[in-house]
């Protein structure tokens, strides 16, 4: 069994700064991004933001409390991955294709991608986990996260009227 190691703390740290990125200037550029993203309102995305640390807070946690917790760990992987596309697909891609910035293109790829890439690859040496159960980690956990946005969003309309 892996036991996690020290680097798996800054995951948690890498997203909290990319989602603090976003959540700064992502309303605003929304507004001129309507290909990409559907304008949104300050709080109801702040709110969204802090749902998903607060998700990759707790898929850390249980992946390094429990780690014998095979679906905390699959979580996790899938959490990391999800956040690797993420840093590709949307932000990476908006920004090319719009010629503009994308608010958490440099925190995605300057940090989220080098550091959820080492943990993986550490946990492929170790042998507890697969190539495939990653990819069916990132998928599942990909379309859990980008389903749950929507409502996160409206929760946060209705929270904060």
């Known amino acids: 069994m892996i ?3 020290l680097l798996w703390v800054f995951f948690p740290i890498a997203i ?3 989602n603090l990125e976003e959540a700064l200037w992502l309303p605003q550029w929304s507004h001129h991004a309507k290909r990409f993203h559907k304008p949104v309102q300050p709080n109801e995305f702040f709110f969204a933001v802090i749902l998903v640390t607060l998700l990759a807070y707790l898929s850390t946690f249980v992946a390094i409390a429990a780690p014998s917790f095979w679906l905390g760990r699959q979580f996790f992987f899938g959490f990391l991955g999800a956040m690797i596309l993420n840093a590709f697909m949307p932000h ?6 719009l010629r503009r910035y994308a608010p958490g293109l440099i925190t995605g790829l300057a940090l989220l991608v080098p550091i959820n890439l080492t943990i993986i690859i550490q946990a492929m040496t170790a042998g507890e986990l697969s190539w495939w159960g990653f990819v069916i980690s990132t998928i599942v956990v990909a379309g859990l996260l980008l389903s749950l946005l929507p409502a996160f969003f409206r929760l946060g309309k209705l929270l904060i009227k």
């Open 92 to 97: 990476l891609a908006a920004t090319i294709l």
């Open 3 to 5: 036991i996690p190691s």
């Open 16 to 18: 909290t700064l990319h």
